[in-house]
């Protein structure tokens, strides 16, 4: 199921984030575990919340609720995946920090 992350009534979108958002735009690795081992892929996050994270990527294969590991600057950061929003080729994915 793909969710917009902003939905628009009439010309203007309703903010449904309970939190502020810092910008952001750097590289990101994003491990999807798997029983028969892992898939890792590049990604970009596009900004951060104090809950939360948006990442830009090419992989389609990540529904709501799965979890992944985000490695950025170092760290490695756990999540799951709360909804996707996909145009052509490139999917945005709102991820909720554990």
Do not use: Y
């Not at 309703?14 to 491990?31: F, G, L």
């Not at 892992?38 to 951060?48: I, K, N, Q, S, T």
């Amino acid at each position: 199921m793909e969710e917009s992350p902003q939905p628009v009534i009439g010309t203007q979108a309703v903010e449904r984030r309970s939190e502020p958002r810092t910008p952001a735009c750097e590289p990101v690795t994003v491990v999807v575990e798997q029983t028969d081992g892992h898939v890792e892929f590049p990604a970009f996050l596009v900004d951060r919340s104090q809950r939360g994270l948006c990442i830009r990527h090419q992989f389609k294969q990540l529904p709501p609720g799965r979890r992944l590991r985000v490695s950025l600057a170092g760290d490695d950061l756990h999540t799951e995946v709360v909804w996707n929003w996909s145009v052509g080729e490139l999917v945005m994915s709102g991820l909720r920090l554990l």
